[in-house]
């Protein structure tokens, strides 16, 4: 009796940690297709669906160029945040190199708030004549995500049994070649991982982008979508529907990547 | 292996840096430093120093020098300002106030996500397969850009056509539409409601990837002993999982200070000042009122804060890690 009570309880709870964590997503799904008239009843299910949201959201602003600046802006500096980092976490690792104050340091780096960088970053980008640029924000999304790849390719990189670069270094590979042949290829799931979650990291930052950006050409999505909030798109629908199409391209990745994505999670978690 | 999930190079904010300079006899350090300069040795690593020096080493130094500066933020460093802008800063009671906010969102937030988190990652480990799926489905809520996360919430709680105030009319049991966003206490609720939704599944999978290494052994010769779910969940589970848990707690612990999307799309700070957390304080000192100098000082004692209440966790962490070592 007790075991089908408890049996009971675990599905019960399944369902609703299933609606708390799907109803955000479905109640934006849903408002992206209602009226504005349909929009004031507060129903879940919009009454007389319309369609008429979705090209309207792209037409009242540049969503388009917010979504194409983001896309653009976190591949480049998620790939660039993996190739700045790898190499780093291999030689600390791996190789014993110098510099075995660097894992803590970068590390520690990440306790501090971004809004710590905020005031300097923005001179700093002022001087480089990077303030309002793409290429000054993928630069500093990809310096910036650099701690959380450092946490999560660690676990990857020490879990490399040491017999494989010892047998590479009696082929008489060098470093640089042992880590492009054979260590690289083994730790690639976690490097998968790593960039899909260094992508993502810049792809919803806001705090800096909204600071260092102030035009439509160079706005990211997360900026964009902020400055619906009461000025162009008072309509819920329309932001519901732009909301949206600024989540598809994350949902996709994740979906695509979430084996990865799961893996390299654990990981990180666990040693 | 199990014991190994605390271990988490997660955050070794540990003392790491200083171990570092301590350890070797200087004079064999530089040599090191000398021979690594010339095999090139140093290019593993450049460019993330190099990251260092923009992100943290640069920032401190600049915030210093600003912080005792009249600045504006067209026009920084106009005249020199002693400890003016630090004094202001720390009697100003907005200040304060936020600070205090910042303070109690972070340690409310993990507390209260930590609970949630294990409960979901012991959910998922009764659930086997539908675990699985569920895990696939709590990655999108952590991989939701945190200003659509609040865009959401901001339909549900609307006063107007929202569906919670929606859905509670319908079933009679309010007559009047609530303001969620009209109080402090309504408006910390939001806040917290949609910062549970995004982080909850963090624990959840970090908490679940721990108990992977579980031994069932364990809790089946426990449950054959007539221990209860409950107690073997307390007596068994918990004490297997603290270590790992003490690393979670400590990131989302960093993660909760970071909080300014959600209060910026949520709430603005209010109604009036009660959202108003020490990040949004000084985004808007700096970015509204062009107050760089003062904010640069707000910034530096944030920063304090955030390190003084995250060090007995890091150093907790810190502990287990060396007993484990």
Known sequence: MSRTLERGVVIAAAVLTLVFFV??????????????????????????????????????????????????????????????????????????????????????????????????????????????????????????????????????LRQVPAEIEEA???????????????????????????????????????????????????????????????????????????????????????????????????????? | MAQDSSRSGALALRAGAIDGFSGGPGRFARLDLLGSLASGRWLWTAPVVAGLLVLSIYPTIFLVALALSNSRLGRPFQSFAGLNNLLK?????????????????????????????????????RLVKAGRFLMSLILLPLMTPPVMVAVAWKLILAPVGGLANGTLQKLGLIGEPISFFGSAAGAWSSVGLADAWQWTPFVAILAYAALLAYPKEIDEAAMLDGAGPWARFRLLMLPFLAPSLVSIALLKLVIGFKLFDL???????????????????????????????????????????????????TRWQHRLEVREA
């Open chain 1, 23 to 156: 109803l955000p997503v479905a109640y934006l799904v849903s408002v992206s297709f209602k009226t504005p008239d349909d929009v004031l009843s507060g129903d879940f299910l919009p009454g007389l669906p319309t369609l008429a949201n979705w090209p309207k959201a792209f037409e009242v602003t540049a969503l388009a160029g917010f979504i194409g600046n983001s896309v653009l802006i976190s591949l480049i500096a998620g790939l660039l945040t993996v190739a700045v980092t790898l190499p780093a976490v291999y030689a600390t690792t791996r190789l014993g190199y110098q510099a075995k104050w660097l894992p803590g340091a970068v590390l520690s780096s990440y306790v501090a708030p971004p809004i710590v960088a905020l005031i300097p970053l923005f001179y700093l980008m002022k001087a480089c004549g990077l303030i309002n640029s793409t290429l000054g924000l993928t630069l500093l999304y990809a310096l910036m995500n650099v701690p959380v790849a450092f946490w999560l390719l660690g676990p990857f």
């Open chain 1, 168 to 271: 590479a270094a009696l082929d008489g590979a060098g470093p640089v070649q042992t880590f492009l042949r054979i260590i690289l290829p083994v730790v690639s799931p976690g490097v998968l991982a790593t960039l899909i979650i260094a992508i993502i990291l810049a792809y919803d930052e806001f705090l800096l982008g909204s600071a260092l950006t102030f035009a439509d050409a160079t706005r990211t999505l997360p900026v964009g979508i902020s400055l619906f909030q009461g000025e162009r798109l008072v309509n819920f629908g329309q932001m519901a529907a732009a909301s949206l199409a600024g989540i598809a391209p994350i949902y996709l990745l994740a979906l695509i990547g979430q084996r990865w994505l799961i893996q390299g999670l654990a990981q990180g978690g666990s040693k």
């Open chain 2, 89 to 125: 800063a720390i009697l100003d009671p907005a200040f304060q106030a936020a600070l205090t906010r910042s303070i109690a969102f972070a340690l409310a937030s993990t507390a209260v996500e930590l609970v949630l988190g294990v409960a979901v990652a012991v959910l998922m480990t």
């Open chain 2, 263 to 313: 209060v910026f799309v949520l709430t603005y700070g209010g109604p009036g000042f009660e959202t108003t957390t020490a990040a949004f304080h000084i985004w808007r000192l700096a970015l509204e009122q062009f107050d760089a100098g003062r904010a640069a000082a707000e910034t530096l004692l944030f920063a304090l804060v955030v390190g003084l209440v995250t060090w007995p966790l």
